[in-house]
């Protein structure tokens, strides 16, 4: 029951602000966690590469078994350039689990097209490693745009693009270390025959002419004399 009696109002705020205050109050005690939380470093197996393109997505794969196309995931998208050896791969991961959804290497051979029907989508076909294990795969991949869609498009052909000429350059340089091989290792047979070579003295020529004045002169003896 409220009192309009101000001294009786008074202690009461008094006794409120007091307990109020005891509660804040700071006593100093350190309560240790029950379980003890260690840093852990993730790796993610992109640390050796640099992202090329990164974009968000919904990706699908065609059932052949099912003749329908079914979702794979919803997440980004990258095409990742490894520092070292040049090589590019694309990878995509559903945004919650992080699950793999495509993994597979960008190649010459490789060509992507706008879906039929759809300027936002666009297929292309891959040995996908996304299981663990190589699987030829059918994908379609939605954007949320048509520019990103063609952004897509375009960073995947050129990157294929780059990968043959990568290829050719590679071709040519190891036939051209074939044929530098090849030249070093006829010019050591080369020298090695000589070193081989009997070596022929004054005396063996001597000699070899001497021999072939005998020749001669045995033939002439043999030879009957021509009649008159």
Not at 11 to 37: F, M, N, R, Y
Not at 175 to 192: D, H, P, Q, T, W
């Amino acid at each position: 029951m409220a009192t309009n009696d101000p001294e009786h109002r008074e202690d009461e705020e008094t006794a409120a602000a007091a307990a109020a205050t005891a509660e804040d109050e700071d006593t100093g005690a350190q309560v240790a966690p029950i379980v003890k939380l260690e840093e852990v470093a993730v790796t993610t197996g992109e640390e050796n590469e640099d992202a090329i393109l990164d974009l968000k997505s919904k990706l699908y794969r065609f059932d052949k078994d099912g003749n329908q196309w079914k979702e794979r995931g919803a997440g980004t998208v990258k095409l990742l350039k490894h520092k070292e050896s040049g090589k590019v791969r694309l990878v995509m991961r559903q945004s919650k689990t992080l699950k793999i959804c495509a993994n597979h290497l960008v190649l010459p051979t490789m060509s992507v097209q706008e879906h039929a029907g759809n300027d936002k989508s666009c297929v292309w076909h891959a040995a996908d490693f996304a299981d663990g294990e190589l699987k030829d795969e059918l994908f379609c991949i939605r954007f949320a745009s048509v520019e990103n869609c063609k952004h897509f498009m375009e960073t995947f052909q050129e990157v294929a693009e780059s990968q043959l000429k990568k290829e050719e350059n590679k071709d040519a340089s190891d036939a051209a270390g074939l044929l530098e091989k090849l030249s070093v290792e006829e010019k050591k047979i080369e020298e090695k025959a000589k070193e081989e070579a009997p070596l022929v003295t004054k005396d063996d020529k001597d000699s070899k002419s001497d021999t072939v004045k005998e020749e001669d002169a045995e033939k002439k003896t043999e030879e009957p004399a021509s009649s008159t």
